[in-house]
């Protein structure tokens, strides 16, 4: 289909094409319009879509391509565009913008939007504020059904999400919530007041994404409202953005856990440059820190030479130990993150991780000591002591791992920094002393 | 107002208690309940409760206080809560009960319902029909707007959404959607056919979940029809059920890359004994690979033995490889799992790898450099050995933990497999390798 449309575009059969495209979803219009080759082709299809369709199309395109068109199109098209974008998807597609293509945007707005635009774009990022949409349907706690459902279709037209009406007050206050569910399935001469839910689930401008994220997912809510200071309404957040959040949360979750400074931006679409800066400054700090193992190692210099083998095994307690510790820290920074774990669960974790870490140590260094002592011919007391090195590093190693997360969240710092590399470097010291301490007692050099 | 509810429950006012909890959203009388110490004050305000906020509350508590309800109510009270429970809510409740619970749940519905329920706890795991809920709105295209809302007015009352209508034929196979806010907003007398969006996404029973949640995402959908294999409507998903699932892959990808085998089960709920045993297997197939990093140092031992500080070297070059390795597989990884990285940017990602881990290896082998030779007064050669190891490792590293989330998905294994705790190990031979072939060519032993 898409192929097929692409070849119309190319001969230039641009009425034919048209008539192909406005029977697609604008979803599947947008990434269409992505494989355009020539820039040209791509402007005559924009500019011959029905306006709703090709304003649906704008918020699915890349900023590029948004970037492209708003560079080549006129002032009147601009205006077009704009009237018929949704409010947040506009705002999305402005803070993406060079202040150039911003401007000119503005200018092409009467003098209410313009302001409005500019609040908008003053919202902190990442806060209510910044991804709430202004579309949303009022009524008054005095209205019927039937008032109401006429005020809807009188007004709702553009608006994004007529799910859930709000009440407002005279001094537009939020006194309460009436899902459009309730509304058609209810009498016409019911009045608002009396069918409305009054315990409303609301933001305030400035509450960060997150905390909005973890209410829409306990309440089970496709939307919800964003009160100013003095609880007016002022906008809604839809389900739509709260999804992009839990994934672009979960993106810096992935990232700081992989000892990565978090980036929202694509993986294929970041400059190599900006990808290495993200990378570098965990990657020395880590590096920095292995001194301290070097030193420990240096330490015993005189044990290692005279019993050399016991260098080998120093990378597979090394990695163990990492593992068990990130295995751990994991699943405590995921609970943490989902909130099935909480601050007050420590000594629950703690208690949990000691158990689990006994069985886990018990059956590695069991299956280790066979391996090593039986199959690889190694000497007894060896066998014995990178045995027991095991047992030990798994056994701290676990702790540590489920306790750095939850100390981090307390003392406010993102637990997800507490995952594998830096567990790994703190648990590879431990492993080294633990390992040559043991050493030095059972070979008794 | 928890705590004070919890206090009139403990002094038996139960009344009181009751005026206040019918105020509150099902999903905070829930966890209020969950807090209840003494069982029979749970179950003396679980009866007192209406009956559709009780049906509601149930379905939010934890499947051991479910059990705990439905063990020790009557028959007849059974029957009510199934009758007043979303459809979707019941079989995910069921799903979990032991087959003593479900038999007496099932004793109590009528047969049509009981087969209905057998049928859904069919549908394979994680499978459209293992979410979809039957309560939908259908409609026909004949219909006009005004006789449209009307059918919902008289059946729509139970319906869990009425977002989106479904139009079907007398086969009952899906023709169409529309939304209720295009109902609203029409003219009483436009027939359904003309304005119904005939190019519906939909999803067929046996479809897995992943692919459904990337479906939801793409358009923007709040609910989606589910199939049969002659495109009749059997269910739909809503998009609360989406968000669980979003979170529940991510939760397993976390899992997964921290090298455990995925849970669904909360940290603090699961069994130590099943904690250990998803922990142990991954960690014991690690710990064998290491085999081989020890046999490589082994080859070496003479290498060592003269120049023993070496091995003060190798915890820093494993972490470091291992820690660069596990970056490059993060970011691909997720690339992939939200589908902005696809099996034919391979080449691309290669490219992109191979330039960051040059910028990022100079930078970390330069201040490798200045911290070991001028800092901890390294000899010039083994300073220089070290440096070039970690520079090459580095490369190496990114390339391969690059490229093995691709290759697994190519040879369709899951990409998260092939994260930090995989990579490192590779990579430790890797620098190992480098490591001791460059010293013995630089020292000159």
Redesign the interface.
């Known amino acids: 289909m898409g192929d097929l449309i692409l070849d119309l575009i190319e001969q230039r059969k641009y009425s034919e094409a048209r008539k192909a495209i406005v029977?697609?979803?604008i979803?599947d219009i947008a990434q269409l319009f992505e494989g355009i080759e020539d820039k040209q082709n791509l402007l005559v299809m924009f500019r011959i879509l029905p306006k709703d369709i090709a304003a649906g199309v704008f918020s699915y395109i890349s900023y590029d391509l948004q970037r492209y068109i708003i560079e080549s199109v006129t002032d009147k098209e601009i205006k077009n565009i704009l009237d018929e974008l949704f409010f947040d998807d506009a705002i999305d597609f402005l803070e993406e913008m060079p202040s150039n293509v911003v401007k000119r945007v503005l200018k092409n707005t009467d003098e209410k939007t313009r302001k409005l635009i500019n609040q908008f774009l003053n919202y902190p990022e990442d806060s209510a504020g910044s991804i709430m949409t202004i579309e949303y349907v009022d009524l008054k706690k005095e209205m019927t059904v039937k008032e109401a459902?006429q005020h809807?279709?009188e007004t709702?037209?553009d608006?994004e999400?007529?799910?859930n009406c709000y009440i407002l007050d005279n001094n537009r206050k939020l006194k309460g919530v009436i899902s459009?569910?309730k509304l058609?399935?209810s009498d016409d001469s019911t009045v608002i007041e009396d069918i409305m839910e009054?315990?409303v689930?609301y933001v305030n401008t400035h509450d960060d994404q997150e905390k909005i994220a973890s209410l829409?997912?306990?309440?089970?809510l496709?939307s919800m409202p964003v009160v100013d200071n003095e609880c007016r309404l002022v906008g809604i957040v839809t389900?739509?953005d709260?999804?992009?959040i839990?994934?672009q949360e979960?993106?810096e979750?992935?990232?700081k856990?992989?000892?990565?400074q978090p980036s929202e931006e694509?993986?294929?679409k970041t400059n190599?440059?900006v990808?290495?800066k993200q990378?570098?400054v965990?990657?020395?700090i880590?590096?920095?820190s292995?001194?301290f193992?070097?030193?420990i190692?240096?330490k015993f210099?005189d044990l290692?030479?005279s019993v050399?083998?016991l260098?080998?095994?120093?990378?597979?307690l090394?990695?163990?130990g990492?593992?068990?510790g990130?295995?751990s820290?994991?699943?405590?920074?995921?609970?943490l993150a989902?909130g099935?774990?909480s601050l007050k669960?420590v000594l629950?974790?703690l208690w949990?991780e000691f158990?689990?870490s006994c069985?886990?140590g018990l059956?590695?260094s069991a299956?280790?000591f066979v391996?090593i002592y039986y199959f690889?011919k190694i000497d007894l007391m060896i066998s014995v002591t990178v045995s027991i090195t095991l047992f030990f590093t798994i056994i701290l190693a676990k702790i540590i791992g489920g306790m750095l997360p939850i100390v981090a969240k307390k003392v406010k710092l993102d637990p997800a920094i507490m995952a594998?590399?830096l567990i790994?470097?703190i648990v590879?010291a431990v492993a080294?002393i633990i390992y040559f301490s043991t050493a030095t007692w059972f070979l008794g050099i």
């Open positions: 029977e697609m979803n979803v459902l809807i279709k709702g037209f608006k999400t007529i799910d459009i569910r058609i399935l009054k315990d689930i829409f997912k306990k309440y089970d496709i389900i739509d709260i999804i992009d839990i994934d979960n993106t979750d992935f990232q856990m992989a000892a990565m694509e993986y294929l190599v440059l990808l290495a990378r570098i965990w990657l020395l880590l590096m920095i292995a001194t193992t070097g030193n190692i240096r210099n290692l030479q050399v083998v260098a080998s095994f120093i990378p597979m090394m990695d163990t990492g593992n068990s990130s295995q820290s994991t699943l405590v920074i995921r609970g989902l099935e774990i669960d629950k974790v949990k158990r689990v069985i886990v059956s590695l299956v280790n391996r690889e594998g590399p790994t470097t590879d080294l």
